[in-house]
């Protein structure tokens, strides 16, 4: 199985603040690598997918970027409702991992 | 606007057999070129990907569940289902189901509200 590495697994950030989070693969997945936010008892949702494609949407502060085994989640200006959990997921080859996740909370 | 709806027991005994189904509504499950997953995330902790299933009936597992899961699909109720047998405590998790599309790799797109299903005698 491909191995998801996330960091950190939390930040405290302001509101407005630059936010970025990295996950690593364990092996080269090409540009195959998901993003999604999760808040308290909800569903994971779909921010980016290829790692730098928009799901409609979601708004354009949220940008993805990478290729290989690196890759980087950014938050251009935090805002109140963005504080919730961030998952990478690889989707080059089954299983599809996930990484452990980046809880952003409100500093 | 398609949406999933997960259903089955909330509590399942060790050794016995979850089984939850994922009702597809607002489109055909077998319309698009989609496969249909099975999530699951224990209580405080991340994701793990149990396995899919396309229309056709092919499906892949996650190798770590592989020989406990079976996941099927009824096209002509617009539904699919998991099952997952020989359960323990460790099973104890809230189990999404979700649609897979396909643009740049596949992706999770839409997804259920969950259902906690808890391993107990």
């Known amino acids: 199985d491909i191995q998801m590495t996330q960091s950190p697994s939390s930040l405290s950030a302001s509101v407005g603040d630059r936010v970025t989070i990295t996950c690593r693969a364990s092996?080269?997945?090409?540009?195959?690598l998901n993003w999604y936010q999760q808040k308290p008892g909800k569903a994971p949702k779909l921010l980016i997918y290829?790692?730098?494609s928009l799901q409609s949407g979601v708004p354009s502060r949220f940008s993805g970027s990478g290729s290989g085994t690196d890759f980087i989640l950014t938050i251009s200006s935090l805002q109140p409702e963005d504080f919730a959990t961030y998952y990478c997921q690889q989707s080059y080859s089954v299983p599809f991992t996930f990484g452990g996740g980046t809880k952003v909370e409100i500093k | 606007q398609v949406q999933l709806r997960e259903s089955g027991p909330g509590l399942v005994k060790p050794s016995q057999t979850l089984s939850l189904t994922c009702t597809v509504s607002?489109?055909?499950?077998?319309?698009?070129?989609?496969?249909w997953s099975w999530i699951r995330q224990p209580a405080g902790k991340g994701l793990e990907w149990i396995g899919r299933i396309y229309t056709s009936g092919s499906t892949s597992y996650n190798p770590s569940l592989k020989s406990r899961v079976t996941i099927s699909v009824d096209t002509s109720k617009n539904l699919f289902s998991l099952k997952l047998s020989s359960v323990t405590a460790a099973d104890t998790a809230v189990y999404y189901c979700?649609?897979?599309?396909?643009?740049?790799?596949?992706?999770?797109?839409?997804w259920g509200q969950g259902t906690l299903v808890t391993v107990s005698s």
């Open positions: 290829g790692a730098s």
């Open positions: 092996q080269t997945i090409s540009s195959y």
């Open positions: 979700a649609r897979e599309g396909y643009s740049s790799g596949w992706q999770l797109d839409c």
């Open positions: 607002g489109g055909s499950i077998s319309s698009g070129s989609y496969s």
